[in-house]
């Protein structure tokens, strides 16, 4: 099974922070990683997909990169609505895994 | 738009069997997709539980295959979850969610909905 690793497992920052999370996998899932938000209450929101596509009607903020088995999310400028948890999400052979998440939070 | 919302009791006893149920509006289950359950146990991450396209093909986490069925009724455009012999482990909440194609880009989830499993 493959392993993802995210972090960090929480993280401060200031708002207009440049802030990014990077997520790990065992082995190599070509661009098979997504990310979501969760804020506290509500469902999990997909923002990136295929490791570096901004979903539609996502803030031109957010971005993702990466292939192979180091990926990296970014928000460009922290917003005070950016905070959340977030999770990156791989595919291998028909098995879906999620990153323990990072928690974000305003410094 | 489209929505999913779950349904189901929020209360089952140990060694009994969960379900519920998925209803889908604002699309058709049948026209394609495929249609996944994730569960989150309170303060934890999220775990994918299992998924089934459209044609009833289904494929589902190997920790939890043994006692998981996922099905679907396309004639009342929803799919359901059943989970045998749960133990307080299967506490969470549990999401369904439609995702587009096998890699699993979930973009259509559910509310959510908070099992809790006690005697």
């Known amino acids: 099974d493959i392993q993802m690793t995210q972090s960090p497992s929480s993280l401060s920052a200031s708002v207009g922070d440049r802030v990014t999370i990077t997520c790990q996998a065992s082995q190599d899932i070509s661009n098979y990683l997504n990310w979501y938000q969760q804020k506290p209450g509500k469902a999990p929101k997909l923002l990136i997909y295929?490791?570096?596509n901004l979903e539609t009607g996502v803030p031109s903020r957010f971005s993702g990169s990466g292939s192979g088995t180091d990926f990296t999310f970014t928000i460009s400028s922290l917003q005070p609505e950016d905070i959340a948890t977030y999770y990156c999400?791989?595919?291998?052979?028909?098995?879906?895994?999620f990153g323990q998440g990072t928690k974000l939070e305003i410094k | 738009q489209v929505q999913l919302q779950e349904s189901g009791p929020g209360l089952v006893k140990p060694s009994e069997t969960l379900s519920l149920t998925c209803a889908v509006s604002?699309?058709?289950?049948?026209?394609?997709?495929?249609w996944g359950w994730i569960r989150q146990p309170p303060g934890k991450g999220l775990e994918w539980i299992g998924s089934i396209y459209h044609s009833g093909s289904t494929y589902y986490n190997p920790s939890l295959k043994s006692r998981v069925t996922i099905s679907v009724d396309t004639s009342k455009n929803q799919f359901s979850l059943k989970l045998s012999s749960v133990t307080a482990a299967d506490t969470a909440v549990y999401y369904c969610?439609?995702?587009?194609?096998?890699?699993?880009?979930?973009?259509?989830w559910g509310q959510g909905t908070l099992v809790t499993v006690s005697s």
């Open positions: 999400q791989q595919y291998d052979n028909l098995q879906y895994t």
């Open positions: 295929d490791a570096s």
């Open positions: 969610a439609r995702h587009r194609g096998f890699t699993a880009i979930f973009d259509y």
């Open positions: 604002g699309y058709s289950i049948s026209s394609g997709y495929y």
